[in-house]
């Protein structure tokens, strides 16, 4: 990675802007019911505190129209952090007013300061110039560590950057590291499993990720999409029609530059996308009537052998609706494979990582993604605005 972060400059002593990824779910209560991200941003925050810094955190929170709405507080946040930290997180009001820069210019080394979400600001998703230098003018240097951000040209990931000196924190440095590592000097065999609804939504990563890989597994409702392709009656099975030709032409570049591609050759299939529904196991066409909503057991077996013996494995979006248990076997199975290989194993967020908590093989695996939206978007070969905007090394 050519981007400098905090481990490259001097910030003993210094007032610094961290946009961390605080994106977290809570409850009806608005208890935070999942911490991983905030978790995740705790070794760039003691970092910070052992510099003797003055931090000043931001972070947006769902998806507020670009005003206060209390449901989407950092209260709860700032809460969860305090606890994580033994000591006191301070909360702003708001993000820009003559109160919270004030409490931004009272903190003391190693205090922290939590500014109300981002989103409360129309001008944030605008990258809006002058909301950016209010941001900044919070702080003497700008810390991005919020991956799962880094996708967005917004105020709080991009603008800021335009107006103190802009590194990256401990955890977009590891994000980027991993993947960069994935793409340009990956272990061989190479594996990516790639899952989900459509085909269409990973268009990009198929294309990318062809010219780089040994073996690519297609899983999900995109394999039905590829099984139809190759003239497999698919029935009432989700099928992206004008994405026929675009499989087969993915298909044969695969086959051109020599790579396993594989698709599942048995298929759970019902009637009904529910638990009631009554599931059968078929290999070939599926019948009228029928809908194919997970890989067989032959398939995931196939696809778990691949697995285990690969260096290194990408693995994002599920094999089936693992929603429902009836058609949550296959997804399963690859979590079960990911944590038994003995290489390195990486999840691109979304799904995936709700697969390997469900089976409870989350800590086995090497690298899980905080960012599922910037993690498609770097695996397509795209640079991500947040990491653009960033000093170089």
């Not at 305090?82 to 708001?94: G, T, Y």
């Not at 000097?185 to 790639?194: D, L, N, Q």
Request: charged share 25%; aromatic share 4%; hydrophobic share 40%.
């Amino acid at each position: 990675m050519n981007k400098a972060t905090i481990k490259d400059i001097d910030l003993k002593e210094k007032s610094v802007l961290v946009r961390v990824d605080f994106n977290v779910p809570l409850d009806s209560q608005r208890n935070v019911t999942d911490d991983t991200r905030i978790r995740a941003a705790l070794s760039t925050i003691q970092y910070l505190m052992d510099q003797g810094c003055r931090i000043i955190l931001m972070s947006h929170l769902g998806r507020p129209e670009g005003k206060y709405e209390a449901k989407y507080s950092m209260e709860p946040v700032a809460k969860r952090l305090s606890e994580l930290l033994h000591k006191e997180v301070k909360q702003a009001k708001d993000c820009t007013s003559q109160e919270t820069k004030q409490m931004a210019k009272e903190l003391k080394s190693g205090e922290i300061l939590l500014l109300e979400n981002t989103r409360f600001y129309p001008g944030e998703t605008k990258n809006d110039k002058e909301l950016s230098k209010e941001l900044a003018a919070l702080g003497e240097v700008f810390v991005n560590d919020a991956f799962g951000a880094a996708h967005r040209a917004h105020s709080s990931t991009v603008g800021v950057a335009e107006y103190i000196p802009a590194v990256a924190g401990l955890l977009l440095e590891k994000e980027l590291s991993v993947l960069t590592e994935a793409l340009e000097t990956p272990a061989r065999p190479f594996t990516a499993i790639i899952g989900g609804a459509k085909v269409s939504d990973k268009i990009a990563v198929l294309e990318n990720l062809v010219n780089k890989v040994d073996n690519l597994i297609i899983g999900g409702g995109m394999a039905n999409t590829f099984l139809k392709s190759r003239g497999v009656n698919m029935a009432d099975s989700l099928v992206e029609e004008d994405k026929l030709e675009l499989a087969k032409a993915i298909e044969e570049k695969a086959n051109t530059l020599g790579v396993n591609l594989l698709l599942p050759v048995d298929m759970v299939i019902a009637q009904e996308m529910n638990e009631e529904a009554q599931t059968q196991v078929i290999r070939g066409d599926v019948p009228e009537g029928y809908k194919a909503l997970d890989i067989g057991p032959a398939s995931a077996e196939a696809f778990a052998q691949i697995i285990r013996n690969s260096a290194l494995v990408l693995w994002n979006g599920p094999m089936g609706v693992f929603e429902i248990d009836k058609f949550a076997r296959g997804t399963e199975v690859v979590a079960k494979a990911m944590a038994e290989c003995e290489g390195k194993t990486i999840i691109g967020g979304g799904d995936s990582v709700a697969a390997v908590e469900k089976v409870g093989v989350a800590h086995s695996i090497y690298h899980i993604s905080t960012g599922g939206g910037a993690s498609l978007e770097f695996l397509e070969g795209k640079v991500l605005p947040g990491v653009a905007a960033l000093k170089d090394k």
